[in-house]
């Protein structure tokens, strides 16, 4: 297959064999507690399994080994936020390819250090992806390296493509295929692997709103992008011209989910399924929650595309996660400065069923009144609707409060 050309399903069946025995063949598993939460009936492909945690070695891969021997002896560039990098650079190291990767400014430092460690040469060099890429254009005509795009490439697209293809050959009467779009490979991919196979299937698109770029060249207007997102592996702000124009031709929709779903489906991958999604890989769990009633009664297939996230944002996502279903709530409490006060309060709490996880007082903040003391505590409660029996029996005890969402 030539770089500049379409790409067929007999590319996706060809790159599945050519990489067969180098990329695990992750499991594919339904789950009964997300199809009871959600009114679907859940599967999920745990692509996070794969040995560098992602789905992207399988387009890496599908490329390296479609260069030609001059190209190989020239060594590659790459430009990616992590996942990419780490799956070109395993990969480069174990077929003897000499491997640059460049990656943006504010990558977390686990994705940068475990890069390294495969045996790359890492360059943190640009604000963004976009200033990333021009970078790593830059030294592929320096330096006479092969630039190996993460998504804008058939080639990469049809590696890409072969998860869908094993997940549909092991799941074969799936109503929805449900994947995270960034740049838009792995939804190329997957659109041609599972129209290849039964042309029923609908797949669908996820992105986070900050980063909706696809969705917006799908629909052919401009829309803003950039910000902050717990899902930095599909923050593209310039999506594959390619994979839109597949996205057209087939009808794919996007579904666009806003930050704290995306954190919502971390939690549950984490607490349900006893896995670790980076932001990215719990896209399409998010899409799930925000639109329940869309996929309910189907057979709905997730592709979880990786597990590759920083623990402090991962502890972070946790907590935020427990604050919104109101299982951690902040409490201000005006107290009496009297000997027993404290005990009274905590007395309460306890009765209730309330956890104290911390506690603090202050005599000094401005707004407390003379002889009193304002008492901040995190307590630990069963649900949204326990927390507030709390604080109903607290202000029923005689107490003010105020509370912290």
């Known amino acids: 297959?030539?770089?500049?050309?379409?790409?067929?399903?007999?590319?996706?069946?060809?790159?599945?064999?050519?990489?067969?025995?180098?990329?695990?063949?992750?499991?594919?598993?339904?789950?009964?507690?997300?199809?009871?939460?959600?009114?679907?009936?859940?599967?999920?492909?745990?692509?996070?399994?794969?040995?560098?945690?992602?789905?992207?070695?399988?387009?890496?891969?599908?490329?390296?080994?479609?260069l030609t021997p001059d190209e190989r002896a020239r060594g590659v560039v790459a430009m990616?936020?992590?996942?990419?990098?780490?799956?070109?650079?395993?990969?480069?190291?174990?077929?003897?390819?000499?491997?640059t990767v460049v990656m943006p400014e504010g990558t977390p430092l686990v994705k940068i250090t475990r890069t390294r460690s495969h045996g790359a040469e890492v360059v943190?060099?640009?604000?963004?992806?976009?200033?990333?890429?021009?970078?790593?254009?830059?030294?592929?005509?320096?330096?006479?390296?092969?630039?190996?795009?993460?998504?804008?490439?058939?080639i990469v697209m049809a590696g890409q493509g072969t998860a869908a293809l094993e997940f549909i050959e092991a799941v074969p009467d799936l109503d929805v295929l449900i994947v995270p779009v960034g740049g838009g490979g792995l939804l190329a991919g997957s659109i041609i692997a599972?129209?290849?196979?039964?042309?029923?299937?609908?797949?669908?698109?996820?992105?986070?709103?900050?980063?909706?770029?696809?969705?917006?060249?799908?629909?052919?207007?401009?829309?803003?992008?950039?910000?902050?997102?717990?899902a930095e592996g599909i923050a593209v702000a310039c999506p594959s011209a390619h994979a839109v124009r597949i996205a057209k031709q087939y009808g794919?929709?996007?579904?666009?989910?806003?930050?704290?779903?995306?954190e919502e489906a971390v939690a549950l991958y984490l607490e349900i399924e006893k896995v670790v999604s980076e932001g990215a890989g719990a896209a399409p769990l998010a899409a799930l929650l925000a639109q329940p009633a869309r996929f309910a009664g189907k057979k709905v297939g997730?592709?979880?595309?990786?597990?590759?996230?920083d623990l402090r944002v991962l502890a972070s996502a946790m907590l935020r996660s427990l604050a919104r279903s109101g299982r951690l709530t902040t409490l201000s409490i005006a107290l009496p400065d009297r000997p027993g006060s404290l005990h009274?309060?905590?007395?309460?709490?306890?009765?209730?069923?309330a956890n104290v996880v911390d506690l603090s007082h202050d005599r000094m903040k401005p707004s407390t009144r003379l002889r009193s003391v304002v008492v901040d505590v995190q307590v630990e409660t069963a649900d949204r609707r326990h927390s507030q029996s709390v604080v109903a029996a607290l202000e029923a005890a005689g107490f003010i409060v105020t509370l912290h969402d």
């Open 194 to 230: 599972a129209k290849g196979v039964s042309p029923e299937i609908e797949v669908v698109g996820v992105q986070v709103d900050a980063y909706a770029a696809f969705d917006a060249a799908l629909r052919g207007v401009r829309r803003q992008v950039g910000g902050e997102t717990i």
């Open 1 to 66: 297959m030539n770089i500049g050309q379409p790409f067929s399903f007999a590319d996706v069946v060809a790159a599945e064999q050519r990489l067969r025995g180098a990329i695990a063949i992750t499991p594919s598993a339904p789950s009964y507690t997300l199809s009871q939460i959600t009114g679907a009936e859940v599967v999920i492909k745990f692509e996070n399994l794969q040995y560098t945690g992602s789905f992207k070695e399988r387009g890496a891969l599908n490329r390296l080994l479609s």
């Open 80 to 99: 990616s936020a992590g996942n990419h990098a780490q799956g070109l650079a395993h990969h480069a190291a174990r077929i003897g390819i000499k491997a």
């Open 252 to 262: 794919c929709d996007i579904i666009v989910v806003d930050e704290d779903v995306v």
């Open 344 to 353: 009274a309060l905590t007395g309460v709490l306890a009765e209730h069923g």
């Open 124 to 154: 943190v060099k640009g604000a963004t992806l976009l200033d990333a890429h021009e970078h790593a254009l830059r030294l592929a005509h320096e330096r006479g390296l092969v630039f190996v795009p993460p998504y804008d490439c058939p």
């Open 302 to 309: 997730l592709l979880l595309s990786g597990g590759n996230v």
